[in-house]
């Protein structure tokens, strides 16, 4: 949060929702409902992997310029999710997959698990037959290693109620 501070204690943060650079509120930094109904999420903060974001997805450059003033980012969101609902996700994902477009699958808790990025780091374990994150973060003086399984819930209100004390 110190740089939501430091934003707000500049004059520059905007309490309410989606309308400061990490709520939701960039156009460059959130995500996106492609063609096939799924999203992908964006990160192109900086310029250099916003060119190569916009330029990919067909978006010219006088309407990306809109992405300096803050008051423009709803209409510049607007022309970006038009652009990126006119594929689905795949297409969009292959399109920018080895680029500096700063982009990523918005995947389920499923898919997480057997994305090729968490798969290659070992991001998920399996104990006694049920598959977890790993223990992180990991050290390399100090392994980790996931002891016991996860615990089954019986249903959400228990699990509330446990919880809340």
């Known amino acids: 949060m ?3 501070h430091e934003f707000a204690a500049a004059g520059q943060w905007n309490r309410s929702r989606q309308a400061n650079l990490l709520d ?3 156009p460059f930094y959130g995500t996106y409902q492609c063609a096939d109904g799924r999203h992908i999420a964006i990160g192109a903060m900086e310029g250099q992997f916003y060119d190569v974001f916009r330029q990919a997805i067909g978006l010219d450059e006088e309407t990306a310029r809109l992405r300096v003033d803050p008051a423009n980012w709803p209409t510049l969101r607007e022309r970006t999710a038009a652009l990126i609902r006119t594929r689905p996700s795949a297409e969009w994902l292959a399109l920018l997959e ?3 477009a700063c982009v990523s699958p918005v995947l389920d808790l499923e898919e997480a698990q057997h994305h090729p990025h968490l798969v290659e780091r070992k991001g998920f374990v399996r104990l006694d037959g049920l598959d977890q994150p790993a223990p992180a973060p990991r050290f390399s003086g100090t ?3 996931a002891h016991a399984r996860p615990t089954k819930l019986r249903s959400l209100t228990n699990a509330l109620a446990a ?3």
Do not use: C, E, F, K
Request: aromatic share 6%.
């Open 163 to 165: 919880w809340s004390g």
């Open 2 to 4: 110190a740089m939501a």
């Open 24 to 26: 939701g509120g960039a």
């Open 98 to 100: 080895n680029t500096d």
């Open 143 to 145: 392994p980790t290693q």
